[in-house]
């Protein structure tokens, strides 16, 4: 449990501040808060990150530049992709190594390549049957989604992640049809998607930040829950164990505002009452 208990993993920061029942639609991140099946996405950009910026290997880069890089994939998780591969190219430049033609978008095309070696035969897995969606949710998320349904809650997912990858992915893991909807990332557009499903539920159904509920293991989509008066719930998730706490996610939820914490969502009875849902 990385030094935490189970008994800890549902952290209420906020007691002053709880929902009381007002919930009425609630948005959920997907990679990392919901799915594993991209697990592992950091040990893809790091090595292209350094190898880009260095000209060379990534394990010979310098050790300043890896703890630049790492700063960087730990303080901009949970954005879009093709802003991670933008500061990529701004840092190529800088660095005098740039190669006519490689943008944003060539880096990103080059992190999906190589992150789909890995995530395409997970998801190929799971197509032909071999392994089970269990096998690739977080604790109890399946569950936790259908209890919050049954309560009235609208359910909606938000990705960074392209929108045709999202959709599919989460038809493999069965829960694609759960969803009020699903947004994720347009297809070469630099646009925010999670931020563009709030301003949708907040401005079109006119729903107050206090019946609103974001879940999510990045600070970016903390912040913003918080910056826009909604309940947010931090998923400290490990991907690799897909139960208990990473410490590391932890600290990073909490510093980003977080109202709650919580490892997996295997613990209903904690969260509802949170919540304050009967």
Not at 34 to 46: A, Q
Not at 57 to 82: F, H, K, M, N, W
Not at 163 to 176: F, P, S, T
Not at 228 to 252: I, M, S, Y
């Amino acid at each position: 449990m990385n030094g935490i208990s189970e008994k800890r993993q549902l952290e209420i920061l906020h007691p002053d501040r709880l929902p009381g029942g007002k919930i009425r639609a609630a948005i959920f991140d997907f990679d990392g808060t919901f799915s594993t099946l991209r697990c592992g996405w950091e040990k893809v950009m790091r090595p292209l990150m350094l190898e880009s910026i260095s000209g060379g290997p990534a394990s010979e880069a310098s050790e300043a530049l890896q703890r630049e890089v790492d700063d960087y994939i730990d303080a901009s998780t949970g954005i879009q992709t093709v802003y991670q591969m933008r500061w990529l190219a701004q840092r190529v430049e800088a660095a005098c190594r740039g190669v006519p033609g490689r943008d944003e978008w060539w880096y990103k095309d080059e992190y999906n390549r190589r992150l789909m070696e890995q995530v395409g035969a997970r998801l190929a897995r799971l197509e032909r049957g071999e392994d089970r969606p269990e096998d690739y949710l977080i604790a109890g998320a399946a569950a936790f989604l259908q209890a919050l349904q049954a309560h009235g809650v609208e359910v909606y997912l938000a990705s960074g992640t392209d929108h045709g990858d999202v959709l599919r992915e989460a038809a493999a893991l069965g829960v694609a049809d759960r969803f009020t909807a699903i947004k994720g990332a347009p297809e070469r557009q630099a646009a925010c998607s999670k931020e563009a499903v709030l301003r949708m539920i907040l401005d079109e159904k006119g729903l107050p930040g206090g019946e609103l509920l974001l879940v999510g293991d990045g600070k970016v989509e903390i912040a913003l829950g918080a910056e826009c008066g909604a309940f947010t719930l931090g998923a400290a998730t490990d991907e690799e164990a897909r139960h208990g706490v990473n410490p590391v996610k932890r600290e990073r939820l909490i510093r980003a505002g977080a109202d709650a914490v919580t490892g997996d969502f295997a613990d209903l009875p904690a969260l509802l009452g949170w919540l304050g849902f009967p």
